[in-house]
Nanobody
Framework: QVSLIESGGGLVQTGGSLRLSCAAS????????VGWFRQAPEKERQFVAG????????YYADSVKGRFTISRDNAKNTVYLQMNGLKPEDTAVYYC???????????????????WGQGTQVSVST
């Protein structure tokens, strides 16, 4: 059983930056693929970025490509999402999720992720 805890959310102005962290405990975190998702009010959960277990493969949604960077430190059981150039449309609750058995594939579909954190709020003001 893996427990995931997100942190680093907050309120920033347009163009600002935040770094989200996803700290894991339990399980073999270094063998899991990890994804960041977000959900705005009255909208479906949306894939943001993902990274494979060995940190060799990353994948981003088109809406965040070039602005967000996902990384991981397996020694610290932590995955990060560096968010630069934030826009009001980035406002959402951000979740990290872990998936097993993906190898070097980054999964986009949230159904493929087994473990989820509780989420952290990111709000971007105009």
């Amino acid at each position: 059983q893996v427990s995931l805890i997100e942190s680093g959310g907050g309120l920033v102005q347009t163009g600002g930056s935040l770094r989200l962290s996803c700290a894991a405990s339990g399980g073999s975190f270094s063998t899991y693929g990890v994804g960041w998702f977000r959900q705005a009010p009255e909208k479906e959960r949306q894939f943001v970025a993902g990274i494979d277990s060995g940190a060799s493969i990353t994948y981003y949604a088109d809406s965040v490509k070039g602005r967000f960077t996902i990384s991981r430190d397996n020694a610290k059981n932590t995955v990060y999402l560096q968010m630069n150039g934030l826009k009001p449309e980035d406002t959402a609750v951000y979740y990290c999720a872990a998936a097993t058995g993906l190898g070097t594939v980054v999964a986009v579909a949230h159904e493929l992720y087994t473990y989820w954190g509780q989420g952290t709020q990111v709000s971007v003001s105009t």
